[in-house]
């Protein structure tokens, strides 16, 4: 019976490991995040002016989903230097070299806007890509969302990497120099969002 009990606990540990789709609705409040997922922890303390803490990433048909922990509090998408960017097919050869990944999309977020290096490095504003962030206000704990059919080149499919960093004299990097976050989008179908109050 115990070995029976340990079995369920390790096929239930495992499931929820490997599983990546998730429903989010874009609310601030992040408690739909609520199994494991791909996750990179950043090194405490090594931001001049912000430092990074975490970035998570799910998605579900249309969206790439990214959490991410920034302290101090701040706003997101107003006065900062802070960098997305994403390596839209997982090939450090194409696009923009940065920190050994090869980036075909850069999003500043304190500009909402930025440069698709794929195509040719033009630059697009944040409705452009389906950008939307919570919460609006000043916090440490954001999410946000960029439609999938906007990644550069395979348009949201198969395996990317994501690096953030914030371009203020000695501001941090996520992930650290020499290390990558890899995230492969999971094709499972997600149940309909509703909001509750």
Known sequence: MKLAIIFSILILSYTNAV???????????VDDWNIPVPTYIDSEND????????VSATNDEQFLFVKIKITPFFKLVEENQISIYIDGD?????GFSINGI??????????RSGI???NGG????????QFRSMP??????????????????????????????????????MPNTGETFQYTFDETPTPVVIQTE
């Open 136 to 173: 609006t206000v000043t916090d440490t704990t954001f999410e946000f969302a960029i439609g999938r059919q906007f990644i550069p080149p395979a348009n949201g499919t198969g395996t990317i990497k994501l690096f953030f960093i914030d371009g203020a004299t000695n501001g941090d990097w």
């Open 122 to 129: 033009t630059q697009f504003f944040h409705p452009d890509v």
């Open 19 to 29: 599983c990546q789709s998730l429903p989010i609705f874009l609310d601030g409040r």
């Open 90 to 94: 997982d090939n450090s050869s194409t």
């Open 47 to 54: 931001g001049n002016v912000f430092d990074f803490k975490y």
């Open 102 to 111: 090869g980036a075909e999309l850069r999003f500043d977020f304190g500009e």
């Open 116 to 118: 698709n290096y794929h």
